[in-house]
């Protein structure tokens, strides 16, 4: 089995879909091995997507990102990572394919509702970011 963290962002969280954007995820076949509410600051979302800060869109990213609760959420599943992407729909929501969590859920390329990892590795990473490895133990049930 495949891992990959996803982060449901702030906006998600603020329109009240943690349950409907969860509803999707795991009736696409991903198991939620953990998960919980957080709230990063600007010091730790800027940590957290630190791979982006040369980019121009960094500081409203983690702007955004600390603007609110967000629930990271470790999932698992057969090639996770690739069929997570597939599931949530590209970046940009009027660029998603229907049925996608962007395409039904967010409002813009900057506030898209979702966060997947990119690689097996980076979820690896960024999971250690949110969760100890204790809260990452698979649980049979």
Do not use: W
Not at 44 to 65: D, I, N, W
Request: hydrophobic letters at 40%; aromatic letters at 8%.
């Amino acid at each position: 089995m495949e891992r990959t963290l996803t982060i449901l962002k702030p906006d998600c969280v603020r329109k009240q879909l943690i349950g409907a954007v969860i509803d999707k995820i795991e009736r696409a076949g991903f198991r939620v091995v953990a998960m919980k509410k957080t709230k990063l600051t600007a010091q730790t979302a800027g940590e957290f997507y630190a791979v982006h800060s040369q980019r121009p869109f960094y500081g409203e990213l983690v702007e955004f990102m600390s603007s609110g609760p967000c629930v990271p959420m470790i999932l698992e599943k057969e090639n996770a990572v690739a069929d997570f992407r597939t599931l949530i729909g590209a970046t940009d929501p009027a660029e998603a394919a229907e049925g996608t969590i962007r395409n039904l859920f967010a409002d813009s390329k900057g506030e898209n509702i979702i966060h997947g990892s990119d690689s097996a590795e980076n979820a690896q990473i960024e999971a250690g970011f949110f969760f100890s490895t204790e809260e990452a133990v698979r649980v049979n049930n």
